[in-house]
């Protein structure tokens, strides 16, 4: 019903910047908060950054001063910019959103892309 496509990731040298782009898409009544995760090799999929419908953002310790999310709602697409890329941001990015496809509250629930490879050389 909702699908959410990712664009943007690619390799690049540490200290550059890439900007992710994800746009959701289909039976969408509300697209609530949306945000970036990433899974490195071995490691658990971890909250990168986030942003509620009014604009609030939250950001891991780790990307704090050098990731910005924003979003544009008339697009139903969330962004983010990466600067000052290090080699330990690499990972697969996953955009998430919390999607209403109608009133009913029954709807409402979490979607996923299907990743983004951003890899940083050192």
């Known amino acids: 019903q909702v699908q959410l496509v990712e664009s943007g990731g690619g390799l690049v040298q540490a200290g550059g910047s890439l900007r992710l782009s994800c746009a959701a898409s289909?039976?969408?009544?509300?697209?609530?908060?949306m945000g970036w995760y990433r899974q490195a090799p071995g490691k658990q999929r971890e909250l990168v950054a986030a942003?509620?419908?009014?604009?609030?953002?939250n950001y891991a310790d780790s990307v704090k001063g050098r990731f910005t999310i924003s979003r544009d709602n008339a697009k139903n697409t969330v962004y983010l910019q990466m600067n000052s890329l290090k080699p330990e941001d690499t990972a697969v990015y996953y955009c998430?959103?919390?999607?209403?496809?109608?009133?009913?509250?029954?709807?409402?629930?979490?979607?996923w892309g299907q990743g983004t490879q951003v890899t940083v050389s050192s």
């Open positions: 998430n959103a919390d999607v209403s496809t109608s009133l009913l509250r029954t709807t409402r629930r979490d979607y």
């Open positions: 289909g039976i969408i009544f509300s697209l609530n908060a």
């Open positions: 942003i509620t419908s009014g604009g609030s953002t």
